[in-house]
């Protein structure tokens, strides 16, 4: 497993992406919004990830999940463990007792009959230096790895939250242990300083959707889980070649089979009856006095079978501690089970159940066919070795009576479990459609960024071991109403509509004004400022939902009828107070008709200065080649002439456009440079998108070594320039997405030029994917432009390449070809249309090329 990028920079990256370049997203709130947005992210990335300086006895647990939610929830993430004072005093002081002092581990244990040092300590042995060494540390890295990885229960996994957590390892996993942790390597136990720990782990889940707390334990418990006993009835273990049983049949006990006339399932039980008594064979449920008068059976923990010696077991690990099992039966009065405990140095003590309340040593008796249960406290002797025993005994007043005591299931729990203060800091990051909801707060609260990329939650907690906060909150893998992608787009279409409709009430009041009194009319500033607000609270609650606080959640219902009603209420009141205002627009003055207003001066038209800035018709966003054709209104919007006469009313001001008619225009006489025919034409033809009438060559020739984008409807012009370079013994190259047995009976091209086809749909020698754009089709104009000096080409399809690319990629590319085509004295023509790309980007591709020639639809 490879670690995960830094979360924080991470995050940072994809907010930036999703704020501040989202489509459509409100220009009026741009200024301020982002800056807000991130702010906030900086500040709850400061507060979650930094470094913590814990007090003394905590466990200071960091962790985070970075999952992918398209579909199955999958990815990953990490927790880091950081133990001061008396914590990590305990946990060091548990890791040495087990993995220094032992060889192995005893049975019983989670890990039991595995080796304690690594492998590389070669024979296998106990170190017992009362120091922690790299094979010691290295071997509980790897129990606490496969402790999260769940290899030691019968469930894979360790659930935490919404996920399970199905593989861990350390952060630094190809490190050894005393750099890929602190505090472990090298300390002893009386050793103060802290442990830090380091994994990272994938996780997953299958699960549609469901509620979840927001903390719990699991991770927290797993550096001790490693130490928890648990000895019971069981056949086989990993890594235990025989089956035992922790208190074996010896000393007078016997494996017999159930009662056949009761309910009690399969399982044998633990009989202290006399198999044999004189000539006859005793049997087990139907005798009485079915034992000796003078009977003493014992039977204790023990690891060995069938020996049975006695086994202590080692409650320095254990948190609590219990012994349960089931029992039957009974006996005469006086003769008595008992459970016992001793330590090496005291005698055995006897211990009353705590199920019972009769507070009796005495195991309760009950008729053979009812199964009865008893629970006894060993937490007493925590931190301590003890022994520990079933004891039938009998008083020797020569009377017997009942079947005897049949016990089963005897089990012995000694859980390792972290005590004390929990610090837990969290962050979910999700990518994708999952969305959280529901949240269910008594505590901590939760806090929500939400993103068109997806989620982030971050969760602090921080509570006595036990004692986790109630926390709830509930995840959907996809929800409509929670999904932020479609909220995004409600939003973006709320805030939209808001200023579509502010400024359409606008204008229609201001066009209700006579056209001499329109330039004077304001707006609503109040109004349109109010608008802008609604829209940057719309943006503040959609991006921090939990701006309130997780009590006051802003779900997606109510964020849907915040967007809808804010659009619709902002809309109608807009309307409501220009349609007001619209009826006391004052009647227009009359004017003396001797007098000449202002106004109704002709407006400047442009002249040869106003050539220095690019001049664009209002109506069809063309460029304005001469000036001669340009024309301009009152209000400032600038018209082709020709524009304007068919128009004949300014689209702005509404103002009559009166052109004047440009006079008769004089005919020159032209020699094609190409086959030297004559033409007869008008003297302001343009002769560079003119065909000669006889070879059907432009009139002009073209500049080679330039780089010409040519911004036109067709790019039959772009075919024209490069056949008048190619025509002087120049050798082409054409790249289009037009098949090339059509492209030369479309644009009649010379027979030299090489053609590719820009497809993926019919691989072949001259076809190239335009998805391969800095591979194929680049290695190919390098190889034409570095063979063929002052060669030509012409890139056909741009608009093709970004769909199949983005425009970023096919910009980079063309500046590439741009400078190689410039080092080899090519001549490079790029046809593309004028809606082809947006305006943004269009300034952008006019940046990379030493001539833009835009060509009016008509020519």
Known sequence: ??????????????????????????????????????????????????????????????????????????????????????????????????????????????????????????????????????????????????????????????????????????????????????????????????????????????????????????????????????????????????????????????RVPPNPNSTFGPGDFLWHGNRTAGNRTVIPWVDLGAYPTDAANATSYSEDIPIGTPTRIDLRFATRATMTFDHTGGAAPGDLLLVQVRTQQSSWTNLTATNDGDGDPAVDAFPPNVLGSSSFDLSPWLGELIYVRLLFTANGDATTGGTGYFVRNIRVQAPSL????????????????????????????????RTP??????????????????????????????????????????????????????????????????????????????????????????????????????????????????????????????????????????????????????????????MVVRLVCAHCDMDIDDVAHAYRCQCGNLYNRVHAAELGTCGNCARTLDVVPEPGESMVTIKCPFCGELQVLEERTVLKVTRCENCHMVLEEIPPRYNYLVITEQPVLAYDWFKAVVKAGTPGLVMSTTFPEKLKREFDLPEGAELYWLSDTSPGPRTLDPRRLDFEIMRALSNFVKNNKGGALVIDGLEYLVVENSFDRVLKFIKKVNDLASVHDATMFVPITPTGLGPEEMTLLRKEFDKVETVPTKT
């Open 1 to 254: 497993m490879a670690a995960a990028p830094s979360l924080s920079r991470r995050t940072t990256e994809t907010l930036r992406q999703a704020f501040l370049g989202a489509p459509g997203y409100p220009r009026d709130s741009m200024r301020t919004a982002p800056r807000v947005i991130l702010l906030v992210v900086v500040v709850f990335s400061v507060l979650s990830m930094h470094e913590v300086r814990a007090q003394t006895g905590e466990v200071v647990v960091s962790s985070d999940l970075e999952l992918l939610s398209l579909g199955d929830i999958s990815g990953g993430g990490r927790v880091t463990w950081l133990l001061t004072g008396e914590q990590a005093s305990e946990l060091r002081t548990k890791i040495i007792q087990m993995y220094d002092e032992k060889p192995m581990w005893p049975r019983g244990f989670t890990y039991e009959c595995q080796i304690t040092t690594h492998p590389s300590v070669t024979p296998p042995r106990v170190l017992n230096n009362q120091a922690l060494d790299v094979a010691e540390a290295t071997m509980f890295l790897a129990h606490l790895e496969n402790e999260l990885e769940g290899g030691s229960r019968p469930l894979t996994g360790t659930d935490f939250r919404f996920v399970r957590i199905t593989r861990a390892d350390r952060a630094e996993q190809d490190l050894p242990a005393d750099q890929s942790s602190s505090g472990l390597v090298g300390t002893t136990i009386n050793t103060t300083q802290n442990i830090e720990i380091r994994f990272i782990f994938n996780a997953g889940t299958r699960s549609p959707g469901r509620s979840f707390d927001q903390m719990n334990e699991s991770i927290a418990s797993a550096v001790h889980n490693v130490f928890s006993f648990d000895a019971f009835d069981y056949t086989s273990r990993a890594g235990c070649q025989s089956p035992w049983s922790p208190f074996p049949a010896v000393n007078g006990w016997w």
């Open 418 to 449: 972290v005590t004390g203060l929990i610090d837990h800091r969290h962050i979910d990051f999700v990518v994708g459609f999952l969305s959280f909801s529901d949240f269910r707060t008594t505590d901590v609260g939760a806090h929500l960024i």
């Open 453 to 610: 990329a997806g989620e982030i939650m971050f969760y602090n907690a921080r509570y006595t071991a036990g004692n986790a906060p109630s926390d709830q909150a509930r995840f959907a893998t996809f929800d409509f109403l929670e999904n932020p992608q479609i909220l995004f787009v409600l939003l973006v279409v709320a805030a939209w509509l808001i200023g579509l409709f502010q400024s359409r009430f606008y204008e229609r009041f201001r066009i209700d004004h006579p056209a001499k009194m329109r330039a004077g009319v304001e707006k609503t500033k109040w109004l349109h400022w109010t608008g802008r607000i609604v829209i940057l609270l719309l943006v503040l609650f959609y991006f921090f939902p939990t701006v309130f606080g997780a009590g006051l959640f802003i779900s997606g219902a109510v964020s849907w009828g915040l967007s809808i009603g804010s659009a619709v209420g902002v809309s109608a009141f807009t309307w409501f107070w220009y349609d007001r205002r619209g009826k006391r627009i004052p009647p227009v003055p009359e004017l003396d008709a001797t007098v000449v207003h202002p106004s109704e001066l002709p407006p400047p038209q442009p002249t040869a200065d106003d």
